[in-house]
């Protein structure tokens, strides 16, 4: 299943890319880049921007800094859950703090999402 997107937000997608905060960074080149399930960096998806997207396991992974815990950071939060989970994906959200001090158990909490999503072993879970 192929999901629609709002090709205007590709190019701010792209700058996303480019520009990955210090905690997308670390979790992207020392975790999500070398997995067994192909993980795409922020992938546009209806008229959202994913921090991180498993087509295999219907899987996003948001990262949330001080921004997502405003008031309108939260209500953002909830409406694009809302949108996403609508289309039949599943949504995990880990804190810059998880990256930066629990890093082991977010690379754990995301291997066993993907495997409750396809059901294939993968590197870390036996």
Not at 70 to 75: C, I, P, R
């Given at each position: 299943m192929?999901?629609n997107?709002?090709k205007?937000?590709?190019?701010?997608?792209?700058?996303?890319?480019?520009?990955?905060?210090r905690?997308?960074?670390?979790l992207?080149?020392?975790?999500?880049s070398g997995?067994p399930?192909r993980?795409?960096?922020q992938?546009?998806?209806?008229?959202?921007i994913?921090?991180?997207?498993?087509?295999?396991a219907?899987?996003?992974?948001?990262l949330?800094?001080s921004?997502?815990y405003?008031?309108?950071?939260?209500?953002y939060?909830?409406e694009?859950?809302?949108a996403?989970?609508d289309?039949?994906?599943r949504?995990?959200?880990?804190?810059?703090?998880?990256?930066d001090k629990n890093?082991?158990?977010?690379?754990?909490?995301?291997?066993?999402?993907?495997l409750?999503?396809?059901g294939?072993?993968?590197?870390l879970?036996p």
């Open positions: 192929s999901l997107y709002d205007t937000l590709i190019p701010y997608a792209k700058k996303l890319r480019r520009e990955m905060t905690q997308e960074k670390h992207w080149y020392d975790f999500l997995y399930v993980f795409q960096r992938k546009t998806i209806d008229r959202f994913a921090d991180f997207y498993c087509h295999k219907k899987l996003i992974i948001e949330d800094d921004r997502n405003t008031a309108h950071g939260t209500e939060n909830d694009k859950t809302a996403l989970t289309l039949g994906l949504i995990i959200r880990f804190s810059s703090f998880d990256i890093f082991d158990a977010v690379c754990w909490a995301i291997d066993a999402a993907v409750s999503g396809t294939t072993p993968t590197a879970l």
